[in-house]
């Protein structure tokens, strides 16, 4: 039995310079030309001949839309008629219902340049290739019922509510974007007001949500010293996460241009940000004495360079230096955020706002947001200031 061909990544067409045609499956074909032009062939047979049918260059025509066209081929083959000989009728056959597979990449292509990083559509990609594709996937855009969405969703509602969560808003995004596209019509099998909700428990009552494992506050003085002695830049990272609350994302991603010694500020584009705003973050006297320790071994524009050149610390550092020390399994890295607003809330008398501003976190309503146009910068100084003297048992006056 011949072994089925793997398709294609987006990466692999971006990257692909050898001359020649690279299969994806199903008679597509991306052409590499020996001067590096890039473009998608159908190709299928016709009245005992091959033929190729140019579905456009690979600039232009992403991976996903490739696919497409040439399922709309396929289809056309399956009803009799030759695919190329179409292109010159005068009647415009009936528009081909991609699948929902076909579908969710489509809308995948079109919303990637909105999204603020590549890992956003890698996450969509991954959950519904995980859940959604092998339920409906092969199933026509106007196929797709409410009962394909449960036996989506059944699984996992009450065993992974985040995730099945944003799953149904994916399933959910992708059969609007067919709607528009006028692929299909009628009221949404996904939508969750007045429908889904209906049949399926609100995901805040199938279980608490639960947050990142952390360290209790009261925990930290003793633990710190041991970090301090902890080799590695995945250590030092962890120190200024916690010293500046900040997501472990944030503090990866940091290049020496965003931070200010003079100043002791370090400021976060909001292309780098979850909420995508722009945050300033005051620095603390340890946080500052660390920085200008990293300065002096600096090498490039990373504040803690991996081993690629011009590039981070792997996302798994900090979690390296836990499990390292016996807390894998008990603390995570974004887990001392949490540590940090316990112990704000807690032991200080520093309000509500500005330990959420801290953490970057959006406080109250849109009116309560036009009218608070500060950032609560010199108070969140003196907060950090007060949170660096507890971390470091009060050896320092931050």
């Known amino acids: ?83 190329l000989a179409q292109r010159h009728e005068p009647i415009i056959s009936p528009p081909i219902t ?25 996450q969509w990609v991954a959950t519904l290739e995980a859940y959604a594709f092998p339920v409906a996937g092969q199933k026509p855009i106007d196929q797709v019922t409410t009962d394909d969405v449960l036996a989506i969703l059944n699984p996992i509602w009450t065993t992974k509510p985040e995730t099945a969560s944003r799953v149904r808003g994916r399933v959910e995004a992708v059969l609007d974007y067919a709607k528009a596209r006028g692929w299909c019509d009628g009221e949404n099998p996904a939508r969750w007001k007045g429908h889904l909700a209906l049949t399926l428990p609100a995901k805040v009552k199938v279980r ?13 003085p003793g633990w710190w010293p041991r970090l301090q002695v902890a080799d590695g830049l995945g250590a030092r990272a962890l120190e200024l996460a916690i010293l500046t609350a900040g997501r472990p994302g944030e503090v990866l991603g940091a290049t020496w241009d965003e931070i200010d010694l003079e100043n002791r500020t370090w400021e976060i584009p909001g292309t780098r940000m979850k909420a995508g705003a722009p945050h300033r ?18 090498r490039g524009s990373v504040v803690f360079p991996g081993a690629r050149e011009g590039r981070p610390l792997s996302n798994m550092a900090m979690a390296m230096v836990l499990r390292r ?31 959420e501003a801290a953490l970057a976190h959006t406080v109250g309503s849109k009116v309560v947001a036009a009218y608070q146009r500060g950032d609560l910068f010199e108070k969140r100084r003196a907060l950090m200031g007060e949170w660096a003297g507890f971390v470091m048992g009060g050896r320092h006056d931050g």
């Open 1 to 83: 039995m011949p072994k089925p061909v793997k398709g294609l990544t987006a990466r692999q067409v971006q990257t692909i310079t050898a001359p020649g045609y690279h299969c994806d499956g199903a008679g597509l074909y991306l052409q590499v030309t020996a001067r590096g032009g890039k473009s998608w062939v159908f190709r299928y047979q016709a009245g005992g001949r091959r033929r190729d049918m140019g579905l456009g260059s690979a600039s232009t025509v992403p991976l996903a839309e490739a696919r497409a066209k040439a399922s709309e081929a396929r289809a056309l083959m399956g009803r009799g008629l030759d695919p």
């Open 98 to 122: 991609p699948t929902f597979r076909e579908a969710a990449g489509l809308f995948i292509e079109a919303k990637r340049a909105g999204w603020r990083n590549a890992k956003h559509a890698a």
């Open 208 to 220: 608490a949500v639960e947050g990142h494992a952390s360290m209790p506050y009261r925990d930290l």
């Open 281 to 298: 973050v005051p620095l603390s006297g340890p946080a500052l004495d660390l920085l200008r320790k990293l300065a002096t071994v600096r």
């Open 325 to 355: 020390m016996g807390l894998g399994d008990e603390v995570t890295p974004h887990g001392f955020r949490s540590t940090f607003r316990t112990w704000a809330a807690e032991c200080t008398p520093f309000s509500h706002e500005v330990c």
